[in-house]
């Protein structure tokens, strides 16, 4: 039986991976935690899990690092978990989660008045090409006037 043949072993390994990472953080070389955090951010959206329950460590770097990497990877997942930490007692906590928050909110409120406009804009072009051209097609005697 191989080792990884579904989708539920590939999201336990990327977890066990993330988690690995994650542990990693608690050292005092900068360059290997910012190494670490660029490759969590790389994972995207298949650290989240881990990320999220990385949130919850007695660590208060590795809480800082998760809430940061979070930030980075902006996915709606994490901000109910994140909002726990409002509330951390490391004083630097509460004000990175809340930075992280507003750039996770705003970002996604920007793609949704984005996909908004667009769909403003096709009603628009619908109204202007498609319903006369459906008008025109469904009428005979304007298809005989235009031949």
């Given at each position: 039986m191989p080792l990884f043949s579904g989708g539920e072993d590939l999201a336990d390994r990327d977890l066990q991976e993330t988690l690995l990472l994650i542990s990693r953080l608690d050292v005092r070389d900068i360059r290997l935690i910012q190494g670490i955090k660029r490759a969590l951010?790389?994972?995207?959206?298949?650290?989240?899990?881990?990320?999220?329950?990385?949130?919850?460590?007695?660590?208060?770097m590795v809480r800082e690092a998760c809430v940061e990497i979070l930030g980075e990877?902006?996915?709606?997942?994490?901000?109910?978990?994140?909002?726990?930490l409002l509330y951390d007692y490391r004083d630097d906590i509460p004000s990175k989660?809340?930075?992280?928050?507003?750039?996770?909110?705003n970002r996604h409120l920007r793609e949704y008045e984005s996909a908004e406009k667009i769909t403003e804009e096709l009603a628009v072009q619908r109204k202007r090409i498609v319903e006369p051209l459906v008008n025109t097609l469904s009428n005979p005697s304007e298809l005989l006037r235009m031949g």
């Amino acid at each position: 039986m191989p080792l990884f043949s579904g989708g539920e072993d590939l999201a336990d390994r990327d977890l066990q991976e993330t988690l690995l990472l994650i542990s990693r953080l608690d050292v005092r070389d900068i360059r290997l935690i910012q190494g670490i955090k660029r490759a969590l951010i790389k994972k995207g959206r298949k650290a989240l899990p881990g990320l999220i329950r990385s949130l919850n460590s007695p660590n208060g770097m590795v809480r800082e690092a998760c809430v940061e990497i979070l930030g980075e990877i902006s996915s709606p997942k994490a901000v109910a978990p994140l909002l726990n930490l409002l509330y951390d007692y490391r004083d630097d906590i509460p004000s990175k989660t809340e930075r992280t928050l507003r750039k996770i909110i705003n970002r996604h409120l920007r793609e949704y008045e984005s996909a908004e406009k667009i769909t403003e804009e096709l009603a628009v072009q619908r109204k202007r090409i498609v319903e006369p051209l459906v008008n025109t097609l469904s009428n005979p005697s304007e298809l005989l006037r235009m031949g």
